[in-house]
């Protein structure tokens, strides 16, 4: 079953530049899909669509039965509460402790102490971070603030995580590390599309790659053969 | 109790605001303090110009002075004509004989000089009392009173009633003039503490919008935040309204300057001022937090 379906979809934006255009692309539930191409090939604001962060010149696109595109700026919320994003810049509260970060996506929904004390600390075993609850993000490496920025996406149990390059700066061997996080999230049901620029990863997990170029779908590959046609 | 939460939350996040930006957050404060200090002067001066201004309509009193040859036909004629004019609230025949006594009465040396006069050496008129409705229409009533046949003359303290009136007018619209004017500036002031607020809160907006906060999620704890600083800018004026008016009060004994001008008594006047200013401060705080959000927090 389709948890992501667009449909002819366009993005011009006000300066003129086309982003994307003529896409049409489904995502099952459960799927852990890369998107790669160069850079200006219409990645980044194609996973920007999906989380209404953009809105789609024409054409329609569906993510977990809402028409993003028709939804007005006040509802965006209700899109934003299926989906879990991370940023190659985690976007941590610098302030605030490893749990205060993760548990914050829950405070704002007002749930009991106790309830977002046991997600948090679930989550944050998941991540492997479950001792550095108290750590600040500068007492932290970037893998470490990766894995809290993914345990705070995770943390509300959303069907979708959208990663735009998690791994960018992280060395190969923490990269790995992250790859491995988002496999076991994945394993637990979560969809994932993930942005990358690198290759490796992606011939290493070996699943769906699309490519992208000039805002259409260049390639569409199955599990393996991408770094078969590539090499 | 989730709603409870999500307030209890916002509040603790209102309060970290304040106190993040606390040079700001002072010279919103002390700009609301200030503000209501001038409120409460303004109610206080106001209200008890109110009060005096009653106390004195209730004392004007329009005096037709009657000729002392009518009889008392004509005299019954002239309370006629009195009781059909607008505005008339009531009347009384005063004799010259009434008032002859009236004035030996209240002094000695009145006393000495009418003691021997008879009816008809007594040059004292007889009079009619009268009593008006509204005091901005007394000068139409005195009028009309003079036009009638067997009134010599119309006396109500003319001139100086208006004056009063129109000086008393002066003061209050000097003071709700002063009170917008500090209003707005405080509302301005209060606009620009949250403004930087929302600055310095940007990535953390930005989070709370990813992970899918409403806009009432996202805005009201700048708006519980203006609200704070309107109560904590109250706490200053309220105990200087209570204390201060009270201790007025006493110092002056409850009259200013003589026993005419009488004081209000303080309780529940202060408590009613203080409620006042509360609500002033908070509404003040309230709407320069809304239009710093309107303005710079768009989602």
């Known amino acids: ?231 | 109790m989730k709603t409870i939460r999500i307030i209890v939350r916002n509040i603790r996040d209102a309060f970290k605001g304040v106190f993040r930006n606390f040079s700001l957050s002072f010279a919103s404060i002390s700009c609301i303090t200030i503000t209501l200090i001038v409120v409460a002067i303004s109610m206080v001066l106001s209200e008890n110009v109110d009060n005096f201004t009653v106390i004195v309509e209730k004392d004007v009193t329009i005096v037709a002075f009657l000729d002392n040859e009518l009889t008392s036909e004509q005299i019954e004629e002239i309370k006629d004509k009195i009781s059909i004019i607008d505005n008339v609230e009531k009347y009384e025949f005063k004799s010259k004989q009434t008032i002859t006594e009236e004035m030996r009465d209240s002094s000695e040396v009145f006393d000495n000089i009418m003691k021997n006069w008879d009816d008809d050496e007594n040059p004292i008129q007889n009079t009619y009392q009268i009593k008006v409705t509204d005091i901005n229409g007394i000068k139409k009533v005195a009028d009309e009173i003079k036009n009638i046949d067997g009134v010599t003359l119309v006396k109500y303290g003319e001139g100086m009633v208006e004056q009063l009136i129109s000086a008393f007018e002066f003061i209050h619209k000097i003071c709700i003039g002063a009170v917008i004017a500090l209003i707005l500036v405080t509302a301005f002031l209060i606009s620009n503490t949250i403004k930087i607020t929302i600055g310095s809160r940007q990535r953390e907006i930005g989070i709370m919008r990813l992970i899918g906060a409403s806009n009432l999620n996202i805005r009201i704890p700048f708006i519980i935040e203006g609200l704070l600083l309107g109560i904590l800018g109250s706490i200053i004026p309220i105990a200087t309204t209570i204390y201060g008016y009270t201790e007025l009060y006493k110092h002056f004994d409850g009259h200013l300057f003589s026993n005419f001008i009488k004081l209000i008594t303080p309780v529940p006047f202060v408590y009613k001022t203080s409620v006042v200013l509360l609500v002033v401060g908070v509404l003040v705080g309230m709407f320069g937090s809304w239009r710093a959000v309107k303005k710079h927090l768009k989602i």
Not at chain 1, 88 to 102: A, I, M, W
């Open chain 1, 1 to 231: 079953m389709d948890l992501i379906k667009l449909t002819n979809v366009k993005k011009t934006y006000r300066t003129g530049v086309t982003a994307i255009q003529d896409l049409n692309l489904r995502i099952a539930k459960g799927d852990f899909v890369f998107i790669i191409g160069s850079t200006g090939c219409g990645k980044s604001t194609l996973i920007k669509m999906l989380y209404r962060e953009e809105k789609p010149t024409s054409g329609q696109i569906v993510v977990g039965g809402i028409d993003v595109g028709k939804l007005r700026n006040g509802k965006v919320y209700k899109i934003r509460r299926k989906i879990g994003v991370v940023f190659q810049d985690y976007k941590l509260l610098p302030k605030s402790t490893v749990f205060e970060n993760v548990a914050f996506a829950l405070e704002i929904f007002g749930l009991p102490k106790d309830e977002i004390y046991a997600k948090v600390i679930k989550v944050l075993e998941l991540v492997g971070l479950k001792n550095k609850i108290k750590n600040y993000p500068s007492q932290l490496s970037g893998g470490e603030q990766q894995r809290v920025a993914i345990a705070r996406a995770i943390v509300n149990g959303p069907k979708l995580l959208i990663c735009d390059e998690p791994t960018g700066n992280l060395d190969p061997e923490t990269s790995m590390e992250i790859m491995q996080v988002l496999e076991e999230i994945n394993k637990l049901g979560t969809t994932i599309i993930m942005v990358t620029h690198d290759i490796n990863i992606v011939k290493q997990m070996n699943k769906r790659v699309i490519v992208l170029d000039s805002g259409r779908v260049l390639k569409d590959y199955e599990k393996g053969t991408y770094s078969h046609e590539n090499n």
